[in-house]
């Protein structure tokens, strides 16, 4: 899985007035913890432009201080009128511990049910797996090459060496409906998406494996929770 650098400062002063000033300077309040532990600090808020405002998982290496952490982005919060980042906790990772992560899908491949005049529906674009840093992959790729009209594919259908799906076993990830069928779901107000139809290529359409610049939603974590309910006041 691809690695983003970013570098911090140590906060000197953990409180809601010095969180203030720091965000007017482009900066955000951060903490790392799950290690031996915690580190307060604040990083610029550019650099979550590679974390949060993409499609994609990373990883994370945090120099801090002189000293390096490999961590991942745990929670984010944002402030409710403008959407800005406020406060951002990081989990610091380990090479023999798994870690818990989201890892977005990617589909491959040309759908014969499609060809036939079926519509493909993505409904899943990620999944989460958990697994050892080193075994993370960048996506999760699905081939629909055998799908015909009424096929799917389960996540108990999925074969990855060196990791574990934390989905249930029975939930689907990729499926091909009759046009007629979608019709008639969302005539009767079914929840139906049109995601990841294919083109004449039998490629995914532009923009149907997940939205780039769509604001990405972090796993929620336990530590830091206080510090940015604070902030938000």
Excluded: W
Aim: net charge negative; hydrophobic share 30%.
């Amino acid at each position: 899985m691809k690695t983003v650098s970013i570098s911090g400062s140590p906060r000197e002063n953990v409180g809601t007035k010095d969180a203030k000033e720091k965000r007017r300077q482009g900066l955000i309040p951060c903490v790392i913890y799950g290690g031996k532990k915690q580190h307060h600090f604040y990083t610029n808020e550019l650099n979550f432009r590679d974390l949060i405002y993409t499609p994609n998982s990373s990883l994370v290496k945090l120099e801090l201080n002189g000293e390096t952490f490999d961590c991942m982005l745990q929670d984010a919060q944002f402030h409710p009128v403008t959407d800005k980042i406020l406060h951002a906790d990081f989990l610091e990772i380990f090479d023999d511990k798994p870690i818990k992560i989201d890892v977005p899908v990617k589909i491959e491949g040309k759908a014969p049910g499609v060809t036939e005049g079926g519509i493909l529906h993505l409904l899943k674009r990620e999944v989460i797996i958990k697994a050892l840093p080193k075994d993370l992959p960048d996506f999760i790729t699905i081939d629909i090459s055998n799908l015909d009209i009424g096929d799917s594919i389960q996540i108990s259908s999925l074969d990855y060496d060196n990791l574990e799906f934390l989905e249930p076993q029975n939930s689907v990830v990729v499926m091909v409906k009759s046009s007629r069928a979608s019709s008639i779901g969302m005539e009767l107000g079914e929840d139906v998406e049109t995601e990841g139809e294919e083109g004449e290529e039998g490629e995914v359409k532009e923009g149907e494996e997940g939205t780039e610049g769509e604001a990405k939603d972090a796993s929620k974590g336990d530590a830091g929770k206080d510090e940015g309910s604070d902030e938000n006041k």
